[in-house]
């Protein structure tokens, strides 16, 4: 569990990076970085509920990829 809570400052850190760079217009182009960063968590917990065999959980995850995705994009 202390390892589940570690993953939490980065997570917080990454969901600011989404929100405020564009809203405050400051470095811009840490919107799109942070949302390949969550990106690379994403695959990081998938990879690591195949290897416990948890399958079933990686589903619970699905509605964050579509975002990161979008938000990856617009950095071009």
Same mark, same amino acid.
């Given at each position: 569990?202390? %390892?589940? #809570?570690? /993953?939490?400052? *980065?997570? %917080?850190?990454?969901?600011? @990076?989404?929100?405020? *760079? *564009?809203? &405050? @217009? /400051? ?10 960063? %969550?990106? %690379?968590?994403? +695959? ?8 416990? @065999?948890? +399958? =079933? +959980? /990686?589903?619970?995850? =699905?509605? #964050? ?5 979008? &938000?990856?994009? =617009?950095? #071009?």
């Amino acid at each position: 569990m202390p %390892l589940v #809570r570690a /993953i939490g400052g *980065p997570e %917080l850190a990454g969901a600011a @990076g989404l929100i405020l *760079p *564009p809203l &405050t @217009g /400051i470095a811009p182009w840490l919107a799109p970085a942070a949302a390949v960063g %969550l990106g %690379l968590a994403q +695959v990081g917990r998938i990879i690591v509920h195949v290897t416990r @065999g948890e +399958v =079933r +959980v /990686i589903a619970t995850g =699905r509605e #964050r990829r579509p975002p990161l995705v979008v &938000t990856a994009g =617009r950095g #071009r």
